[in-house]
């Protein structure tokens, strides 16, 4: 098979058990595969030695900085990118394959489905409809946004193709494994959130979860994948109010417990429980939290 002037880059950590079947999707195909990988102290580094791909070990610099990076070490204008998670399905191959053969590509960036599979499923549910991203692109003209939290292609005015295929997307290994993924992406996204008032804040807490259910198993359509489609949407509400509640914390929670250790002349103590509660999932607040420990991932994939 002719390979294509393409370069597809991954970042990777602690991804041994996945990755493998993320590079033999696109291995055959294109010209190089670059992973760059936030010190993962399991076996992913060898996988991706042993199937030819070039790897540079880069710190975690935040979701938009890293992929920044991994662009920069690709010897192609064109790339393709995948996270570690995610497999190009032959039909998508084929298709790309087919436009790159009829010439250089009509637009400077292509938007593709992302796919969600469940665990324990070989493929996504009955119309699936999950993600929708621009992923293959020449990086002379458009590049991954500069942001700490938010990982997507900045496309500007330029127009955009769409790709009728998809990518399989095997986000999580287990619900205890979304569930942790997600306390430690929605940390994030409330730190790195806009301020809001009070009123915005408790009108979000009552119709976080209610909106957010609806999104996920009536628009995006998780109602075809049974009781694994209801649960997934769930623990996907409930979830972005934990981040409402990390915001009203951030924000409100912490001047109220310093003003009431002051009036008690405890200051020190509270400001200690104070910078260690921020850090901390509000375990109280949900009986959603995995059962297993945290994973010592620095990054929490798209779920």
């Known amino acids: 098979m002719t390979r294509l002037p393409i370069s597809c880059f991954i970042i990777s950590k602690n991804e041994a058990d996945r990755i493998l079947h993320t590079i033999r999707s696109v291995k055959s195909w294109v010209d190089e595969v670059v992973v760059v990988d936030s010190e993962s102290s399991d076996n992913t580094v060898a996988v991706a030695v042993a199937e030819g791909c070039r790897v540079i070990t880069q710190p975690w610099l935040g979701f938009g900085p890293q992929k920044r990076f991994a662009e920069d070490q690709c010897r192609n204008d064109w790339v393709l990118n995948l996270d570690a998670d995610e497999v190009v399905t032959p039909e998508l191959r084929d298709e790309i394959i087919r436009m790159f053969a009829a010439g250089r590509p009509a637009q400077i960036a292509y ?4 796919d969600l599979v469940y665990p324990g499923d070989r493929r996504p ?9 621009v992923r293959l692109y020449d990086r002379n003209v458009v590049r991954f946004r500069d942001s700490h939290v938010h990982d997507a292609v ?3 005015d330029h127009t955009v193709g769409s790709l009728r295929h998809c990518v399989y997307h095997y986000s999580f290994r287990s619900y205890d494994d979304l569930k942790q993924k997600l306390a ?5 996204s409330a730190k790195h959130a ?4 009070q ?4 009108a979000r807490l009552l119709l976080e979860t209610p909106n957010n259910f609806f999104k996920y198993y009536i628009v995006r359509r ?7 489609g209801l ?4 623990i996907q509400a409930s979830y972005r109010q934990l981040k409402i509640v990390h915001m009203w914390r951030a924000r409100y929670g912490q001047t109220r417990r310093v003003a009431e250790a002051s009036r008690s002349g405890n200051i020190a103590a509270e400001t200690r429980v104070d910078a260690q509660g921020g850090a901390v999932s509000p375990r109280s607040d949900f009986g959603l939290y995995p059962k297993t420990p945290p994973t010592g991932e620095i990054y929490a994939e798209r779920a």
């Open 222 to 228: 998780h109602f075809t994948g049974g009781f694994k």
């Open 231 to 234: 649960k997934y949407a769930w």
């Open 184 to 188: 430690e992406r929605m940390l994030l």
């Open 125 to 133: 549910r009955r119309w699936a409809r999950d993600h929708w991203y």
């Open 194 to 197: 806009q301020n809001s008032s």
């Open 111 to 114: 938007a593709m489905s992302l």
């Open 154 to 156: 900045v496309t500007r």
């Open 199 to 202: 009123v915005a804040l408790l």
